[in-house]
């Protein structure tokens, strides 16, 4: 049974296929040329010896009347291989283009004569041209006539009988050299097929045998490529997709980390407080009351952390609805800056905020809400020393353009395009934030996204990031 299925997948191997469709290749042009060859070989050539001769009666027609009439048909006869004579009414011969005394003429019986001279006097042109089975030779012949005016007004006869089948010996020693043709040309078929497809399957092979690795978890595979366009291309498609997934598979594992740190910390705070109020602050009101103030914020923290990852869950399969309305993005960007206060007060942020008149905007209002929410956030968790974050509305007349800049580090060139990607952080040492889940640009995205409308970020390394987003105005 292994083996079995081991030769059905060889057979549908690219190897293989290469192999048999050269050797079936090589085998269709051999039989075609036995065909042609073997077949078709006396066709041709009864073909060709027919207008051969006819070409040469018109030619001789042509030529009758000259001093040396003689001559050329003894020369054109010997040259061509036919027989050559003039006949008069009687059918009697006048000029034969072979030598009496060296051999006996070969001619026509009276029967034949007489047909011969009745077809030439039926023709409209005084030219005929037909096949006749000569039963001596016991062969076939094609005959060529012409009517010829003599000097003295006489009508002579011009006889031209060659034979159509002199190529027996001919067939037979190209049958003989055909089969030495298809002997060697299909060992020769044999062994250039094998070397082609070993070339051509060997760098498939070879990225088959990388894509394993791939598939194994080896993100430090090299796709190699080959002799050919396609397979090079192929290989640094692969080598792409593979330093792709690498990243993909460092975030996932980064996501995992710090969403379990995120769990850990407020779980272990949770039921630390929980133990020191049990054994400790259970009856002072005062230390219970601040233990159980800090359970409280973990668990808040807590739920928010759940709250965000099945949000964006939600958001990435599309299953949150959007509910379009109309409102003013100047003061749900003052609401949220209200919520901040407290970070102005305790920490000494400032926030800078140009909002000149109201602006109506179309889109889901409490959606875009958290999307402006989670950027300040954002910029409150990266801004400079000066703790400054500046917020910008702008109408562009069709749209309004919301702003939020930071005084940070700025993003380099090469992490620009994963900053929105879960729990992505500049520095691969994680910390909680400040305010926040650090799922907040996942979700922006996600909204943004289901919004169908223009966002990005604007960022120069160590000069801080300026996210932003358009809204249609109504």
């Given at each position: 049974?292994?083996?079995?299925?081991?030769?059905?997948?060889?057979?549908?191997?690219?190897?293989?296929?290469?192999?048999?469709?050269?050797?079936?290749?090589?085998?269709?042009?051999?039989?075609?040329?036995?065909?042609?060859?073997?077949?078709?070989?006396?066709?041709?050539?009864?073909?060709?010896?027919?207008?051969?001769?006819?070409?040469?009666?018109?030619?001789?027609?042509?030529?009758?009347?000259?001093?040396?009439?003689?001559?050329?048909?003894?020369?054109?006869?010997?040259?061509?291989?036919?027989?050559?004579?003039?006949?008069?009414e009687k059918g009697e011969l006048i000029v034969t283009s072979i030598d009496i005394g060296e051999l006996r003429i070969p001619r026509a019986g009276p029967i034949e004569t007489t047909m011969f001279i009745e077809k030439l006097l039926d023709s409209k042109d005084g030219k005929v041209l037909y096949t006749v089975?000569?039963?001596?030779?016991?062969?076939?012949?094609?005959?060529?006539?012409?009517?010829?005016?003599?000097?003295?007004?006489?009508?002579?006869?011009?006889?031209?009988?060659?034979?159509?089948?002199?190529?027996?010996?001919?067939?037979?020693?190209?049958?003989?050299?055909?089969?030495?043709?298809?002997?060697?040309?299909?060992?020769?078929?044999?062994?250039?097929s094998f070397i082609i497809a070993s070339k051509v399957s060997k760098p498939i092979t070879r990225v088959t045998k990388s894509a394993s690795r791939l598939a194994r978890g080896d993100y430090d595979v090299i796709f190699e490529g080959g002799d050919y366009i396609e397979i090079n291309q192929l290989a640094d498609?692969?080598?792409?997709?593979?330093?792709?997934?690498?990243?993909?598979?460092?975030?996932?594992?980064?996501?995992?980390?710090?969403?379990?740190?995120?769990?850990?910390?407020?779980?272990?705070?949770?039921?630390?407080?929980?133990?020191?109020?049990?054994?400790?602050?259970?009856?002072?009101?005062?230390?219970?009351?601040?233990?159980?103030?800090?359970?409280?914020?973990?668990?808040?923290?807590?739920?928010?952390?759940?709250?965000?990852?099945?949000?964006?869950?939600?958001?990435?399969?599309?299953?949150?609805?959007?509910?379009?309305?109309?409102?003013?993005?100047?003061?749900?960007?003052?609401?949220?800056?209200?919520?901040?206060?407290?970070?102005?007060?305790?920490?000494?942020?400032?926030?800078?905020?140009?909002?000149?008149?109201?602006?109506?905007?179309?889109?889901?209002?409490?959606?875009?809400?958290?999307?402006?929410?989670?950027?300040?956030?954002?910029?409150?968790?990266?801004?400079?020393?000066?703790?400054?974050?500046?917020?910008?509305?702008?109408?562009?007349?069709?749209?309004?353009?919301?702003?939020?800049?930071?005084?940070?580090?700025?993003?380099?060139?090469?992490?620009?395009?994963?900053?929105?990607?879960?729990?992505?952080?500049?520095?691969?040492?994680?910390?909680?934030?400040?305010?926040?889940?650090?799922?907040?640009?996942?979700?922006?995205?996600?909204?943004?996204?289901?919004?169908?409308?223009?966002?990005?970020?604007?960022?120069?390394?160590?000069?801080?990031?300026?996210?932003?987003?358009?809204?249609?105005?109504?």
């Amino acid at each position: 049974m292994v083996n079995r299925l081991k030769n059905r997948l060889y057979n549908k191997s690219l190897k293989f296929k290469l192999w048999l469709y050269f050797i079936l290749f090589t085998a269709i042009i051999m039989t075609i040329l036995w065909f042609l060859q073997i077949v078709f070989l006396n066709t041709y050539y009864k073909s060709m010896k027919t207008n051969e001769i006819k070409k040469i009666g018109n030619a001789l027609v042509s030529e009758y009347g000259k001093e040396d009439f003689a001559d050329i048909i003894y020369s054109t006869s010997f040259k061509r291989g036919i027989i050559i004579q003039i006949l008069n009414e009687k059918g009697e011969l006048i000029v034969t283009s072979i030598d009496i005394g060296e051999l006996r003429i070969p001619r026509a019986g009276p029967i034949e004569t007489t047909m011969f001279i009745e077809k030439l006097l039926d023709s409209k042109d005084g030219k005929v041209l037909y096949t006749v089975d000569n039963l001596k030779l016991g062969s076939p012949t094609v005959v060529y006539g012409a009517i010829l005016r003599d000097e003295n007004g006489e009508d002579l006869y011009l006889y031209i009988n060659g034979l159509l089948d002199p190529i027996d010996s001919t067939t037979s020693v190209l049958k003989n050299q055909l089969i030495i043709v298809t002997i060697l040309s299909s060992l020769l078929a044999i062994g250039l097929s094998f070397i082609i497809a070993s070339k051509v399957s060997k760098p498939i092979t070879r990225v088959t045998k990388s894509a394993s690795r791939l598939a194994r978890g080896d993100y430090d595979v090299i796709f190699e490529g080959g002799d050919y366009i396609e397979i090079n291309q192929l290989a640094d498609t692969l080598n792409y997709a593979t330093k792709e997934l690498s990243k993909t598979e460092a975030l996932r594992r980064d996501f995992i980390a710090n969403v379990s740190h995120d769990l850990k910390t407020p779980l272990t705070l949770i039921k630390s407080y929980g133990e020191m109020i049990r054994d400790i602050s259970g009856n002072i009101p005062e230390k219970r009351n601040s233990h159980v103030k800090v359970i409280i914020d973990e668990s808040d923290r807590l739920t928010e952390l759940v709250n965000d990852i099945l949000k964006l869950s939600q958001l990435q399969s599309g299953v949150i609805q959007m509910e379009y309305t109309t409102f003013d993005i100047g003061k749900i960007t003052e609401n949220i800056l209200n919520r901040f206060q407290v970070l102005v007060e305790r920490d000494n942020y400032t926030f800078n905020f140009n909002y000149d008149k109201e602006t109506l905007v179309i889109g889901d209002e409490n959606k875009i809400e958290q999307v402006i929410y989670n950027l300040i956030s954002n910029a409150i968790y990266y801004t400079g020393e000066d703790k400054l974050v500046t917020i910008n509305i702008k109408n562009l007349g069709e749209y309004a353009k919301f702003e939020v800049q930071d005084t940070g580090q700025g993003i380099s060139n090469e992490e620009i395009d994963y900053i929105w990607n879960r729990y992505y952080k500049l520095s691969k040492n994680h910390s909680r934030a400040v305010i926040g889940t650090g799922l907040g640009l996942s979700i922006v995205k996600g909204i943004l996204e289901a919004h169908n409308v223009e966002f990005g970020i604007d960022s120069t390394f160590g000069k801080g990031s300026k996210f932003w987003f358009q809204l249609k105005i109504k």
